[in-house]
């Protein structure tokens, strides 16, 4: 069985730019959440998606966006970025959505310069 | 004030020590209730669900104060492999997202 898959795990990128990260859930998963963690702070909830579509989101701008797709892998999409953006980004996958036995992958590290 | 607030820490303590983490939550309409561990650099992992009656696993006991919206987590005889960063992690009920505290940085020296 494998576990949540994250790429990149390492990226640097300009402010301005956009950037696109992936996830692949655990088999069996059918829901993925995005969690954002700064460095020193608990992780803060992007949003979920179950069955491809948004199934709740946090206190997150617009320019985050994200997909789900029919095999339950999914991407996080950052607009405009900001200095601010730089974070360690967390995928977490559960079976079904409202089930709190999420297993995270090991984040994509990203830094805004 | 944050939803869920820890004692950053860290906390240094020698191997075999029994040390106790504390968390609060603002929210008295939170439902669950988690400790988990995350390693530098690494994700976080579940360590173990908090439940009213108290739960324990091991070294480690959980303990949830419903009234009080306290959680505590305690670990008995310190590893060095207990070094780690231990999050409080609280949901709302019909909620679907874990919303977590700070942490607090347990360092446990030889």
């Known amino acids: 069985e494998t576990g949540v898959t994250q790429s990149p795990t390492h990226l640097i990128k300009t402010r301005g730019q956009q950037v696109t990260l992936r996830c692949s859930s655990q088999?069996?998963?059918?829901?993925v959440s995005w969690y954002q963690q700064a460095l020193g702070q608990g992780p803060q909830f992007i949003f979920q998606?179950?069955?491809?579509?948004?199934?709740g989101r946090g206190n997150f701008p617009p320019r985050f966006s994200g997909l789900q797709f029919p095999n339950y892998s999914s991407e996080l999409n950052v607009n405009a970025l900001e200095l601010d953006d730089s974070a360690l980004y967390l995928c977490?996958?559960?079976?079904?959505?409202?089930?709190?036995?999420?297993?995270f992958g090991s984040g994509t590290r990203l830094t805004v310069v | 004030r944050k939803e869920v607030e820890q004692d950053p820490g860290p906390f240094n303590v020698p191997e075999g020590a029994t040390v106790a983490f504390n968390c609060t939550y603002s929210?008295?309409?939170?439902?669950?209730f988690f400790w988990y561990r995350q390693d530098c650099r690494k994700e976080p992992k579940l360590l173990m669900s908090?439940?009213?009656s108290g739960n324990e696993d091991g070294r480690f006991t959980a303990q949830l104060n419903r009234a009080s919206q306290y959680i505590s987590l305690l670990i008995r005889d310190s590893k060095l492999s207990d070094s780690a960063t231990y999050l409080c992690?609280?949901?709302?009920?019909?909620?679907?997202?874990?919303?977590f505290g700070s942490g607090t940085r347990l360092l446990v020296r030889p």
């Open positions: 908090v439940y009213s």
């Open positions: 977490a996958s559960s079976p079904k959505a409202a089930d709190y036995g999420y297993t």
């Open positions: 088999s069996g998963h059918n829901t």
């Open positions: 992690v609280v949901t709302m009920d019909s909620s679907y997202k874990l919303i």
């Open positions: 929210n008295s309409a939170s439902q669950s």
């Open positions: 998606y179950y069955r491809e579509e948004e199934n």
